[in-house]
């Protein structure tokens, strides 16, 4: 291992031909994984917050018209 580290120190790369590597790769890979899983999971949970907002608001629109049916009938009297 040490004798691998001293001849990469050793050799000065052409500036042109100096890419990341596989190391580089694969943490660019992971980050671009992790970025894509990030945003499916922040669009999931937006749809789901936007959902329960509808819903809340039909429930309480029910309420009201049926509060408004209940207020607005008379009770027979006989």
Do not use: C, H, N, W
Request: avoid cysteine; aromatic fraction near 6%; charge should be negative.
């Amino acid at each position: 291992m040490i004798p691998l580290l001293l001849q990469m120190a050793e050799t000065t790369p052409d500036p042109d031909t100096v890419t990341p590597g596989p190391l580089g790769f694969a943490l660019f890979f992971f980050v671009v994984v992790a970025v894509i899983l990030l945003a499916i999971d922040m669009v999931r949970r937006i749809r789901r917050t936007t959902y329960r907002a509808e819903i809340s608001a039909r429930l309480e629109e029910e309420v009201a018209q049926a509060k408004r049916d209940e207020a607005g009938s008379t009770p027979d009297q006989g």
